[in-house]
């Protein structure tokens, strides 16, 4: 099974940037849609954005639609999140998904405050 580990999350302050990374563990992720998720405190769960095997098409959340961008590179099974012009309302945990699966990583927490 696929497993998948983030990385990039930190502290920034309103209008900063970010750019999230998830590792896959297999070389067959280049089959495979990817997704970021994210989770504030006391609110559910929310997708974030989705990319295709290919990369060739992606679609974003309302909410971060202009702002984020999802990329990968299947060469080094990593997807990833580039997050600009962050807002306060962005703080949560970000997780990476083998999209449509139970496939999740551990998480990385972004922290957007002056």
């Known amino acids: 099974q696929v497993q998948l580990a983030e990385s990039g999350g930190g502290l920034v302050q309103p209008g900063g940037s970010l750019r999230l990374s998830c590792v896959a563990s297999r070389s067959t992720f280049w089959y495979y849609s990817m997704s970021w998720y994210r989770q504030a405190p006391g609110k559910e769960r929310e997708l974030v954005a989705t990319?295709?095997?290919?990369?060739?098409?992606?679609t974003y959340a309302d909410s971060v639609k202009g702002r984020f961008t999802i990329s990968r590179d299947n060469a080094k099974n990593t997807v990833y999140l580039q997050m600009n012009d962050l807002k306060p309302e962005d703080t949560a945990v970000y997780y990476c998904?083998?999209?449509?699966?139970?496939?999740w990583g551990q998480g990385t927490q972004v922290t957007v405050s002056s």
């Open positions: 990319i295709t095997s290919s990369g060739g098409s992606s």
């Open positions: 998904n083998v999209f449509h699966t139970t496939i």
